[in-house]
């Protein structure tokens, strides 16, 4: 289980922009260093972090070996009608993650 | 920075010619600065904003580790010190400090791990390990904006004398002491990074360089590394003295941690 961090309001008024920010623990081994005997350490990143608003994809990232440990992402999306937000991250090695964030929309 | 080798020879030429900036000389009178304070404004806000700072994967795991029962006697932490916001608080400013049972001074991971091992009954945690310093980050948390208050202990006095020899003690093939770097030439330049004042304010911290979370030990042995001393085996006693030195160093400053150091 990777560990995360995620900010986002539990609640929001309809039609206003909220910001999602996230974290989470992934080493994010280039697959260009070599470990402790010379060989190349395989690559171990995660590839794609998406996000889905009531099943409709809002955001979506393709992440390469450059970006560090521990990604952190936000992004902004227009809260419609209340329901869930999936994070899901995916990876090298089966790497699979997800993350759900109940929000509730007034208004 | 992952080539120490060359930046170092940068910093022997700084010192050769003695065009090292000096230390920064604010109009107060403690002139004593944060390693915040000597950072690009990006690793700031990374700090100050507890979303955006990574460290806090590990304080979130320290305060779960908080909770849960280890060894054979099944007591968690919380059973004994309760909730870690009122108990911890302020702890971490105090340590290193003496330990009765060992009489010899104690840094808050040692301290954790010998709780471990008489009230918990449970296996130490190594040193450096990914829950000795999650449960250090989510203690210090506690102590955070706190002024760094290492005890008045006179039974912590020798120790402390120790850990200042070794701060002004020349080593390593470079042939350079703490004190040349971090009292002489503070605020100048080691290559391409600002050398800080050396106050471990911000401990455990989350290393940009490392990519994680790391304790003041691996920061002091980085540095003997790099001017390629033999640096201290883990928990070992010269490294626990140039501790308690530091805080004292630094006490009355601010307690930061989990900080975020370039």
């Given amino acids: 289980m990777a560990r995360t961090l995620i900010n986002a309001p539990s609640t929001a008024r309809r039609g206003e922009v909220i910001e999602v920010r996230t974290t989470i623990a992934h080493p994010m081994e280039t697959g260009f260093r070599p470990g402790s005997d010379g060989k190349t350490l395989p690559r171990d990143i995660i590839r794609r972090v998406s996000c889905r608003y009531n099943g409709e994809l809002v955001f979506s990232a393709e992440l390469f070996s450059a970006i560090a ?35 509730s929309v007034t208004g | 920075m992952k080539i120490p080798g060359r930046a170092l020879l940068l910093a022997l030429a700084v010192l050769a010619t003695g065009s090292g900036a000096s230390a920064q000389t604010p109009a107060g009178g403690d002139s004593r600065r944060s390693g915040f304070e000597f950072m690009g404004t990006s690793t700031q806000a990374m700090q100050k904003d507890d979303a955006l700072n990574p460290a806090m994967l590990w304080v979130k795991d320290g305060e779960s580790l908080w909770a849960q029962p280890a060894g054979q006697s099944g007591k968690a932490c919380v059973a004994c010190h309760a909730a870690a916001s009122s108990s911890m608080r302020g702890v971490a400013a105090r340590y290193p400090a003496f330990d009765e049972r060992l009489s010899r001074p104690l840094t808050l991971g040692q301290r954790i791990n010998q709780c471990r091992q008489h009230h918990q009954q449970a296996a130490t945690l190594r040193a450096e390990s990914q829950q000795l310093l999650s449960l250090e980050a989510y203690v210090a948390l506690q102590s955070r904006d706190l002024p760094l208050a290492p005890p008045a202990d006179a039974r912590l006095a020798p120790f402390r004398k120790q850990g200042e020899q070794r701060f002004l003690q020349r080593m390593g093939q470079l042939n350079l002491s703490c004190a040349q770097c971090h009292d002489q030439n503070a605020g100048g330049r080691l290559g391409g990074s600002l050398i800080p004042q050396a106050h471990p304010t911000g401990y455990p911290v989350y290393r940009l360089e490392w990519q994680a979370l790391g304790s003041l030990q691996r920061r002091v042995r980085g540095c003997m590394s790099g001017v390629r001393a033999e640096p201290y085996a883990y928990d070992a006693q010269e490294l626990v003295e140039l501790e308690l030195y530091l805080t004292a160093r630094a006490r009355g400053m601010a307690m930061e941690t989990p900080g975020v150091r370039p």
Avoid at chain 1, 72 to 88: N, R
């Fill in chain 1, 69 to 103: 440990a521990n990604p952190y992402l936000a992004f902004h999306t227009v809260a419609t009608e209340s329901g869930t937000l999936v994070l899901s991250w995916e990876g090298d090695k089966g790497f699979s993650h997800t993350e759900t964030i109940a929000l």
